[in-house]
């Protein structure tokens, strides 16, 4: 790594498995990203983002948000499986001054989640200007699973997020017409709130939390010299094995843990390929993929000590296998209507669910706790991520076929790219006072109404 690489670097690791206590609080703060004029921004407990909050299963963790804006946020634990109550979402909403106290009782396996603002109508701007943070569930026992485990050093945390930004260097977000409709796409790389900075890794196998905190943006990661990510992970923990992939699809929300091999000691970059995900593409068939930008450089420091430096054959991670055969079957069409003279007849909606567009005072509909579902879910023009709250679900089918190999995993997220077939249990209650939502996460989409909720009990 040269002297004149900027080297990346990591959230402050907030460890809160000896405490069971952690403390975040909405901030406003400024950021010059890359050199350019100061940018007003928000994080938690920093000035821009969170720190990463590494949680002990099995435990009974007490959270404490505490809210230093002048306009309401929140905190919504996005992977966990905590009851509605303690979710974080639009009805949990914390007023200027204010502070939320949830206790997250933890009994799923260990994973990477995320947590983010989820203040209905100003989710995609506070987490544009930096409400968001990662999570790590853990059981202390990756040592015994031979995965690296050293945080910043050969276990990566990496927030992914694209931003634009004005000639003086500022962040810049507008939601106009074409931004709605699409969601917001940028076009500056940032990881971890940085730009053009490189990972140093050890010159042995790298474990990478790889967190789509984007708005909108789907990325389809490669390696550039074609060398395997071997998949640990998805977004409710462990696979039972790794899984050899050359390419990994992450839409918004949605995580992935893989392992990277730099035994070889060559530098190497991981790359996206530009997606274009546009309704109006759609409609005038131009829709697709627009070559290839960098993501995030690694640099082999041979100076750092290697910990880890073979692959694990094996993973205690458990496949989902939900009998959901007679279970019940709900339908969800995720809608849009274009607007600007091409409204769609049937509604006048422009963001919506199964033509209803997200109204907080009403419950969609109840599910009965324990019990498990079949849900298909259609989307309209574009591909849409599809994140439902307080459950992680089984990929069941995609368009049909079975699920893509990297959607074989515990999710709590999908990418919906015409149709998907989910199995659902619903573990945890969920009050009407405080339902689970289930919602596209391009977050413009969100925010303009495609978004409901649901009870548990």
């Keep these: 790594m040269s002297d004149s690489d900027k080297k990346l670097q990591y959230p402050p690791l907030l460890d809160a498995t000896a405490s069971q206590r952690f403390a975040l609080k909405a901030q406003t703060g400024t950021m010059r990203f890359d050199g350019g004029a100061a940018t007003n921004t928000m994080g938690y407990s920093q000035d821009y983002l969170g720190p990463t909050v590494r949680l002990l299963t099995g435990s009974d963790t007490q959270a404490e948000v505490q809210n230093a804006l002048r306009t309401p946020v929140s905190a919504h634990w996005h992977g966990l499986l905590v009851p509605g ?3 974080g979402g639009p009805h949990q909403a914390i007023a200027p001054g204010q502070t939320w106290q949830p206790v997250l009782s933890l009994d799923q396996p260990p994973a990477t989640a995320w947590y983010h603002s989820h203040v209905h109508g100003a ?3 506070q987490v544009m200007f930096g409400l968001a943070g990662v999570l790590h569930v853990t059981d202390g026992a990756d040592d015994d699973r031979g995965l690296p485990s050293d945080y910043g050093i050969d276990d990566l945390t990496l927030v992914l997020q694209d931003r634009k930004f004005n000639w003086r260097g500022r962040i810049n977000y507008d939601a106009g017409m074409q931004q709605s409709m699409d969601g917001f796409i940028g076009d500056t790389m940032v990881v971890n709130g940085q730009i053009g900075a490189t990972a140093a890794v050890p010159q042995g196998v790298v474990r990478c939390r790889l967190v789509n905190g984007s708005n909108a943006r789907i990325y389809r990661l490669s390696l550039s010299d074609n060398r395997p990510m071997h998949l640990i992970a998805t977004d409710g923990g462990f696979l039972d094995r790794p899984l050899t ?3 990994l699809t992450l839409a918004p929300g949605e995580r992935g843990e893989v392992l990277i091999d730099f035994s070889d000691g060559k530098a190497v970059t991981l790359l996206s390929d530009n997606i274009v995900n546009s309704a109006m593409g759609a409609i005038m068939g131009g829709s697709g993929s627009g070559g290839q930008f960098t993501v995030l450089p690694f640099a082999v420091d041979t100076s750092v000590p290697v910990r880890i430096d073979t692959l694990p054959q094996r993973l205690d991670g458990e496949l989902p296998d939900l009998a959901v055969a007679s279970a019940p079957v709900r339908r969800f069409s995720l809608d849009m209507s274009m607007g600007m003279g091409m ?22 509909f109840a599910v009965a706790l324990g019990s498990l579902e079949r849900w298909v879910v259609q989307g309209d023009l574009m591909m849409h991520p599809f994140h439902i709250h307080g459950v992680r679900f089984q990929v069941l089918s995609e368009n049909g076929k079975p699920p893509q190999p990297q959607n074989r995993g515990w999710k709590d997220t999908v990418l919906v790219a015409g149709q998907v077939e989910l199995a659902l249990q619903f573990e945890k209650p969920a009050p009407s ?13 969100e925010d303009g109404g495609m978004m409901g909720q649901f009870s548990v009990g």
């Design 433 to 445: 006072t405080a339902p689970y939502m289930y919602h596209c996460h391009i977050l413009e989409h």
């Design 245 to 247: 992939l050359q390419g």
């Design 343 to 364: 409204m769609m007849s049937r509604s006048d909606r422009q963001f919506s669910i199964n033509d209803a567009a997200f109204d907080q005072s009403r419950l969609n």
């Design 123 to 125: 989710t995609a701007e």
């Design 85 to 87: 109550t303690h979710d």
